[in-house]
């Protein structure tokens, strides 16, 4: 009877430490945001003239503008002081980085989005 006993305490044990680990396991793959909610989130509006001053140039952070969505390249391994065969940080480099580069925009992916660059008037 003793042995029944223990066997139910046993089991009873077991199941409370399988649902509590489920829990944890629950909680830990909810809490990461998707990396494209980076994006969303961005909260900085960048003006041209506030991008400009990001060029990589005297310790200053070198960001990159590209389709809308201003990027830090600071640590990027080919940006050093905010060039990258011939091309400057600070800047809006769409039309570069889609027509110029061999790579195309999709290098852009790995680094950092920290806000986004106000609508532009229209060219005339
Ligand atoms: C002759 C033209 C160019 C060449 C040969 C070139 C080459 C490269 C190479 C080899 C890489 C690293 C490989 C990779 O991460 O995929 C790279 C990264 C990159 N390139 Fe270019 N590139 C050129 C033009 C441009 C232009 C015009 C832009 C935009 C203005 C640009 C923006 C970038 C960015 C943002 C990265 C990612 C940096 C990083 O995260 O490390 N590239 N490029």
Do not use: C
């Amino acid at each position: 009877m003793a042995k029944l006993i223990q066997a139910a305490v046993l089991g009873i044990a077991l199941t409370a430490a399988i649902v509590s680990a489920a829990d944890s396991a629950a909680v830990e793959t909810a809490a990461p945001a998707p990396a494209d909610s980076v994006q969303a989130d961005a909260a900085k509006t960048f003006t041209m003239e506030e991008l400009a001053g990001f060029n990589g140039q005297n310790g200053k952070a070198a960001y990159i503008a590209v389709d809308g969505v201003v990027y830090d390249v600071t640590r990027a391994k080919g940006w050093k002081n905010g060039k990258h065969k011939g091309f400057s940080a600070g800047a809006d480099v769409t039309e570069e980085i889609n027509k110029k580069s061999p790579h195309g925009a999709k290098v852009l992916k790995k680094n950092p989005v920290v806000g986004n660059v106000a609508a532009q008037p229209a060219a005339d």
